[in-house]
């Protein structure tokens, strides 16, 4: 049964990936460029919103010990079986938990990842500064979230699907203000289909 399920969620995001790449949106490209932003990576790596596990699955390709969390049971599962297709399920640590709150002690995380999940966050402040919190002097923080024409398209794809894809109501554009206006070091930079923040611890 175990084999079943790996096998459908294998299929199901490799569809992902072929329907994305049609409508512009290259998953393996989109990662390829956040992992160029983030600089080498060494020591210990959290990932804040698994989602699906699209992305915990490049970085658990490069890495072992990271650790990965979501507040949905549900997503994590499906990320689970998808890390264990890929025989990868021993280099993550998968974890429910809140961003807004995370259960991790002060300069945990030498790099944290986000992709495509602040406009899902009711406060993204709130989870920003607990990823500052949680990272060790020195860090990165690499939060990357989809732009304007990234929203455009995401959005034709759930219509073609017969969805609609919800957004909060604060971009990671407002995030970058708030990270101005607390004297953070930071980088911003755009790929087209998303924008990418990087905060220095």
Not at 46 to 52: A, N, P, R, Y
Not at 106 to 131: G, Q, R
Request: glycine residues 8%; contains cysteine.
């Amino acid at each position: 049964m175990q084999e079943v399920l790996e096998q459908d969620v294998v299929k199901r995001y490799e569809k992902r990936k072929q329907v994305y790449r049609r409508f512009g949106l290259g998953i393996e490209k989109i990662h390829k460029l956040i992992l160029e932003s983030a600089g080498p990576l060494s020591g210990k790596v959290l990932e804040v919103g698994t989602g699906k596990g699209y992305m915990t699955l490049t970085l658990a390709q490069m890495l072992k010990g990271m650790t990965s969390i979501d507040i949905s049971r549900e997503e994590l599962e499906y990320a689970r079986l998808l890390l264990s297709s890929f025989g990868l399920s021993d280099n993550v640590h998968l974890q429910i938990a809140d961003s807004h709150k995370l259960p991790f002690p002060d300069a945990s995380f030498n790099t944290i990842f986000s992709l495509n999940t602040i406009h899902h966050l009711d406060n993204p402040f709130a989870s920003v500064n607990e990823c500052i919190r949680v990272l060790a002097p020195g860090g990165t923080i690499v939060l990357c979230d989809f732009s304007e024409q990234g929203f455009f398209i995401v959005g034709k794809i759930h219509q073609s699907e017969g969805n609609h894809h919800n957004c909060g109501e604060i971009s990671l554009e407002e995030v970058k203000d708030y990270v101005v206006s607390k004297k953070i070091r930071f980088e911003w930079k755009n790929i087209g289909t998303h924008n990418i923040l990087k905060i220095y611890g």
